[in-house]
Structure formats: structure tokens, C-alpha cells
T-cell receptor, first 112, second 111 residues
Framework: IAGITQAPTSQILAAGRRMTLRCTQD?????MYWYRQDLGLGLRLIHY???????GKGEVPDGYSVSRANTDDFPLTLASAVPSQTSVYFC???????????FGQGTRLTVV | GENVEQHPSTLSVQEGDSAVIKCTYS??????FPWYKQELGKRPQLIID?????GEKKDQRIAVTLNKTAKHFSLHITETQPEDSAVYFC??????????FGKGTLLTVNP
């Protein structure tokens, strides 16, 4: 089934550890996004990519890095996790500027 | 960067009443305005969108209006039903691919 998949679905992580959240889409979408969702703060953009090989910073990029080596994959890395990075993370993709963004199922990350 | 303000943060209506949620944005170059619905524990899903060359769009009980001059757009839900209860997010996409969301509105439809 075509769509966008995130892994893992949930994770408990010790502070200071490195973690990569995976995101894969098979819709050949150009644009991909990473958001974090915290109660009362909505969906905040962490990083985005317009096309393979390019990335950009969103509202809350500090402590996170991304890469876009190919069209399908857009991993998000926490180099050294801190408790404030406890959140639900959503990956999304869209084909171009004026079309729907599809969301993955989310990753619930707890940093302790 | 783009600033998206969404109001109200919570909205409670009686079944059958209408609900209106409003958003304002800052970047006049913005050209795509989607609305998403998120049920508890689920991913956000698109319910309706509008592009900058259109002033209004309707899909059954849901409509969106856009005022580009004033830089605001609104979601209208008529004849609300309990299954409309969810968090609703507006979003704005500017000249690049950035998609910025409002903080969300928790809509409760009371039977």
C-alpha cells in the first residue's frame, strides 16, 4: 500500500544517547517534513526538504539534523537526546507546493 | 518566517450548530491553505484546502473562505455531528515548500 511510514512507533531513550527516527515514502513526493507535536503547541516544523539533496530549517531545528540522500527517505537524528525532546514526531510528504501533505503514523519518543 | 495564528483554541457547540475556526498569517506570498483534522491518537488528515486564486471552497458540510488582502482564512462546519469532535489545524505554505501550522482548535460537539 502506497504511503508514508515511520519507525519506530515508540521509543524510550536515555538522555545523552543518539537516536535516528526513520521516515520512508513510496509516493515519489518531492517535499518531506519533520514536525514535533506537543500539547498546546500544535505541530512545529523541525526540518524540511524540497527535493532530494536539499534540506532547510524549520521553527525548532536545534538539537536535530536531517539528510535527504534520495527521494524516498528522510531520517531525523537527535545527536544527544535531552528530556525536552520528549514529544510525538510526525513525518510528512507532499508532491509539490500546492498539494496535500500526507502524514506518517507518528513516533512517540520519551527521553528520560 | 511565517507566523500563523489560530482561534479559538477550544470550541464547544451543540450538535446541529455551526462551528467557525479562524486563522491569520503573516507572509503575503503564501499561496496554499489546508485544514487538517486530528482525532485522538491518530495522524493529521486533510479535510479541505484552498489555493490563493480562490476565495471560497465547499465540500458538503465543510467550507473554507480566504481573504488574501486581510491575510486570514476560516473553516466553517455546518450541522455539526459528534464525530466532528477532534483537533483542527490550519496551515499555510509560502513561496518555498515550508508548511507552517497553527496551534490547533479542540472542537467538542455535544449531543
Amino acid at each position: 500500500i502506497a504511503g508514508i511510514t515511520q519507525a519506530p512507533t515508540s521509543q524510550i531513550l536515555a538522555a545523552g544517547r543518539r537516536m535516528t527516527l526513520r521516515c520512508t515514502q513510496d509516493m515519489r513526493h518531492n517535499a518531506m517534513y519533520w514536525y514535533r507535536q506537543d500539547l498546546g503547541l500544535g505541530l512545529r516544523l523541525i526540518h524540511y526538504s524540497n527535493t532530494a539533496g536539499t534540506t532547510g530549517k524549520g521553527e525548532v531545528p536545534d538539537g536535530y539534523s536531517v539528510s535527504r540522500a534520495n527521494t524516498d527517505d528522510f531520517p531525523l537524528t537527535l545527536a544527544s537526546a535531552v528530556p525536552s525532546q520528549t514529544s510525538v514526531y510526525f513525518c510528512a510528504s507532499s508532491s509539490d507546493r500546492n498539494t496535500e501533505a500526507f502524514f506518517g503514523q507518528g513516533t512517540r519518543l520519551t527521553v528520560v | 518566517g511565517e507566523n500563523v495564528e489560530q482561534h479559538p483554541s477550544t470550541l464547544s457547540v451543540q450538535e446541529g450548530d455551526s462551528a467557525v475556526i479562524k486563522c491569520t498569517y503573516s507572509d503575503s506570498a503564501s499561496n496554499y491553505f489546508p485544514w487538517y483534522k486530528q482525532e485522538l491518537g491518530k495522524r493529521p488528515q486533510l479535510i479541505i484546502d484552498i489555493r490563493s486564486n480562490v476565495g471560497e471552497k465547499k465540500d458538503q458540510r465543510i467550507a473554507v473562505t480566504l481573504n488574501k488582502t486581510a491575510k486570514h482564512f476560516s473553516l466553517h462546519i455546518t450541522e455539526t455531528q459528534p464525530e466532528d469532535s477532534a483537533v483542527y489545524f490550519c496551515a499555510v505554505r509560502g513561496g518555498n515548500y515550508k508548511l507552517t501550522f497553527g496551534k490547533g482548535t479542540l472542537l467538542t460537539v455535544n449531543p
